[in-house]
């Protein structure tokens, strides 16, 4: 069960007033990641996140979580769930500890040490029995998250987690988000319209357009520590060299396809290639001042994927 998907979502569409805001869905969320779900405005990103936490019934279709379908196990699907569909609520005349003391006893096994645990998973020991209404906006996102992780779920859902956070808060919910998925394994699910955060947030983003799967991009943050199959890997690298026009000639020679550019030159290799190349144009007398990636961010694959559509 460990490499199974801790979601699938199986052909779901959903159909509202005769209109289909999700399309013949279908998305595997991985065990053990930060999983960043995108789209344009209207895209069904919302609509995909209520319906995995049963907020809103699925016209066609299936979401198993844990391999419990939401439809026809609900109560076994969502016990798996941890979940913040737009602002966390809280009592705010309680404090942040009174407000999980709470909470805990209508959780089955929770216990004041895993209060505890939550708390200082997300860093919230020095403050914990303050009054929620003493809170910043970004506290009170934390101590939801302490909430919605109390029992231990195999997925946690948030919806725009990061709305009116200031960069401070931004910074501290990714670090803690990504500590979670690191130390307990949970399976984070997360929809964002800040694409630069979800960048250094995410192992993985699925793109979704007009309710339908479009691309699923990894990010690389959970990849192997080894290394391996890296020498076979071709990309696009740039050669900085103070002779890019010479550079350019001699390439062409030697049977590579390049293009000059202002300081360098920049043709597709794998690592091998690109090893043989440097030591070619270092023999021709051509100095090498680096080797890159030629890389692009997340937001220009995104309007590339979506042709510039915005995120909500």
């Known amino acids: 069960m460990e490499n199974q998907p801790v979601v699938r979502i199986q052909g779901v569409s959903k159909v509202i007033g005769g209109k289909k805001l999700i399309d013949s869905l279908t998305l595997d969320i991985p065990s053990g990641q930060v999983y960043g779900f995108l789209g344009p405005n209207g895209a069904g990103k919302t609509t995909t996140i209520r319906m995995i936490v049963g907020l809103m019934s699925i016209t066609e279709g299936d979401i198993l979580i844990q391999g419990s379908s939401i439809k026809h196990e609900f109560e076994e699907a969502i016990s798996h769930v941890g ?85 401070q808060g931004i910074r501290e919910l990714r670090d803690y988000l990504r500590r979670l998925s690191r130390e307990e394994g949970t399976t984070v699910f997360v929809s964002s319209h800040l694409l630069s955060e979800m960048e250094l947030m995410c192992d993985t983003v699925a793109v979704i357009q007009q309710g339908r799967l479009i691309d699923v991009k990894e990010l690389g943050h959970s990849g192997k520590a080894d290394g391996s199959g890296g020498a076979d890997q071709v990309q696009e690298t740039v050669f900085e060299v103070n002779a890019p026009a010479a550079a350019q000639d001699l390439l062409v020679s030697l049977g590579f396809s390049s293009r000059a550019e202002e300081n360098g030159v920049v043709l597709t290799v794998n690592r091998t290639d690109a090893a043989q190349v440097n030591a070619r144009l270092v023999n021709h007398g051509i100095a090498v001042y680096g080797i890159r990636p030629v890389t692009r961010s997340l937001e220009d694959q995104f309007l590339e994927m979506t042709g510039g559509g915005r995120i909500d």
Not at 84 to 95: A, C, D, G, Q, T
Not at 126 to 155: C, E, F, N, W
Request: without cysteine; glycine residues 8%.
């Open 83 to 167: 979940a913040i569909v737009e602002n966390p609520e809280m009592y705010k005349f309680l404090s942040g500890y009174e407000n999980l003391l709470h909470y805990a006893r209508m959780s089955p096994g929770v216990s004041k040490a895993r209060i505890m645990e939550a708390v200082e998973l997300v860093g919230m020991e020095h403050r914990i029995h303050d009054k929620v209404k003493t809170y910043s906006l970004g506290m009170r996102q934390r101590l939801g998250v302490a909430q919605a992780i109390l029992h231990r779920p195999k997925l946690l859902v948030l919806d725009e987690p990061t709305n009116g956070l200031d960069p």
